[in-house]
DNA sequence: TTGAAAGCGATACCAC
DNA sequence: GTGGTATCGCTTTCAA
């Protein structure tokens, strides 16, 4: 009747329960070759037998890798940062590594803790998150050593070590394009704030894409303002001042582009028939939108698969980090908001 | 000229340097008593010197815990876990320990997978955080054995854990209160869909207060729909269709309030003279309403650190499970939807 | 092809 | 108070 404390079973109770020596036991979990087909089966039994499970800390301990990673970012808060996640966890996990999250707060001190934590605990790869401001960032606040490491949504040139971004210059630009192609020429432009590298990048990938098509860039339809709705809805309200109107408007975010579709329909202007609207980012309200907002989708759960898994290779093949920039496409989203569908 | 490969230093270097025994320096470093203060200067100036770090590993090895706890959730998509792991991640790393973020997908193969990934990893503990939905969750996919076990966000009985909750009753409640006391009587309530546990409790809370005060609860003035904006807007006209109107609307989640404001926006009717509004969550764009959204805020974070702390006390205390149901307050956020502040 | 034994690095018990 | 030493569970080299 008393408590039962279940003692875990090692390798030496699986060696002992198969006749063979403990070695030959590992051997055999680690389908090691010059095995006997015989004695390969009665360890497989007896593994099955005493419910064998390896000790993770112990091979950890003789073999100097943990199968873990280490998640640091800037803000658990972030709209962005969990769809990144997501896609760093479903590649780690679908690999056999288990992801340490850490939350820095963009504190350096606090991240250089989570660092030395991480450090200590052995994690093989580290991958640092965090947004997308302007200024790139510099090392990580402790030295790393060999540990190979990955910027996701930012980048470096502090140190070398792949930098995963969006392609928010292309993604500028095929927005643009579909705008010019479906006849559009008065593209107004609603930016966010310039302390952000995405704001330059999209306004880059549109004018880029307006030359390409010869039309002039016109300064006047360009404004510069926060990423929210407010803000849309001002620099709308602004637009439509104009004596020279648009005829289309690229928002470079969601929100702005909900902002602005209500300027639109405070002004009474059909959407898309009058100007046609792109947002950027998709948002999962985008959809809901009256009409349906066409937009252009930052491809944050790939980025984070992209990020795992260029970090898990690093790890395996054991060379030393490049120094790679990496920028993944940012498709279009076609809905009701620019007439290309439905309208 | 050849790559310099940093051996890690032990704590036998340790020993030697400060001329011990590897014994001793293991007792300065746990401050165990019995040890002069000359030793243990000199063991300490020796840690300093060789810039010692204890392998946390060969330590797990030996005392058989990790320091680690595992987090698996049901959707990492969900607008509410971002908020709750943020508490989670608080409590662990300012308490030592770090969190495993494992993904389920709400797919038992998969929790089964992770748990025994985790139970693998050594972890101290392990919490559970799922969608709150009516049917209570059984029991973990796997026997966690020993192992301290919370669930965060739902319940269960078939299993002798503590389970973290909002107080979604007593929410229901103090909305209903703020809204007598600002002398409506007749509110009604958008609800959303029967299968989650918050829409039953909220509601409770509602009819609770309603009786409380003397009023007489009226089934024409509640509503089921969804949790959407949509189903808010619908609810909302349904209610303006009435003879009798009412004079409040109480949402049972801040996008059903949104979806009612803009029906109320449409009649025309005055929000919050002729009909006040409050919502429950307290997302972040309830503030951007106009007007700024009254609302309960369902208290995530303190959710996410309760979680966290209960699990690290039971880690220490080592003591069997509890199997309490806790649930954190929901407070009231007056804004001017209801016309208690500024208006 | 298999067995024996030496560690990985830290801890804790038992002598002194 | 302090030093020696067995041990945690697994891997791997070296002999056989």
Redesign the pocket.
Same mark, same amino acid.
């Given at each position: 009747m008393g408590t039962k404390k279940t003692? +875990?079973v $090692? !390798?030496?109770d699986v060696a002992q329960l198969a *006749?063979?020596? +403990? *070695? $030959?036991? &590992?051997?055999v979990?680690?389908n090691a +070759?010059? !095995? &006997?087909e015989? $004695?390969?089966a009665r360890v497989e039994e007896a593994v099955r037998k005493l419910n064998? /499970? /390896?000790?993770t800390i112990?091979?950890s301990?003789?073999? &100097?890798h943990t199968a873990t990673l280490g998640l640091i970012t800037d803000d658990l808060e972030g709209v962005f940062t969990m769809s990144m996640m997501r896609g760093v966890e479903a590649v780690a996990s679908a690999q056999g590594f288990s992801v340490f999250l850490c939350n820095s707060y963009g504190d350096m001190a606090r991240e250089k803790d989570h660092l030395q934590v991480l450090l200590d605990k052995q994690v093989d790869g580290i991958i640092l998150l965090s947004g997308y401001k302007v200024h790139e960032r510099g090392a990580p606040a402790l030295d790393l050593g060999q540990v190979p490491t990955v910027y996701l949504y930012q980048y470096t040139r502090a140190v070398s070590a792949s930098c995963i971004i969006p392609d928010d210059l292309g993604g500028g630009a095929v927005a643009t394009r579909h705008l010019l192609e479906l006849g559009r020429r008065r593209i107004g432009f609603l930016n966010g704030p310039p302390h952000y590298e995405a704001t330059h990048r999209r306004l880059d990938g549109y004018r880029q894409e307006l030359t390409t098509h010869g039309v002039a860039f016109d300064p006047a339809l360009v404004r510069v303002g926060k990423w929210n709705e407010a803000s849309g809805y001002q620099m709308a309200h602004e637009l439509l001042a104009l004596s020279d109107l648009p005829d289309a408007l690229f928002c470079a975010s969601d929100s702005l582009a909900v902002g602005a579709l209500e300027a639109l329909r405070e002004r009474g202007v059909r959407v898309p028939e009058d100007i046609a609207v792109v947002g950027f980012d998709n948002r999962n309200f985008a959809k809901y939108q009256r009409p349906p907002l066409t937009t252009v989708a930052l491809p944050l759960v790939e980025m984070g698969t992209k990020a795992g898994q260029l970090l898990i290779d690093a790890i395996h093949t054991g060379s030393p980090q490049q120094a790679e920039l990496i920028e993944v496409e940012c498709q279009l989203v076609v809905r009701q908001s620019c007439g290309a569908v439905g309208g």
């Open positions: 003692l +875990p $090692t !390798i030496r *006749g063979v020596a +403990p *070695g $030959t036991v &590992s051997k979990l680690n +070759p010059h !095995i &006997s015989e $004695t390969k064998f /499970r /390896r000790n112990a091979r301990l003789k073999m &100097s």
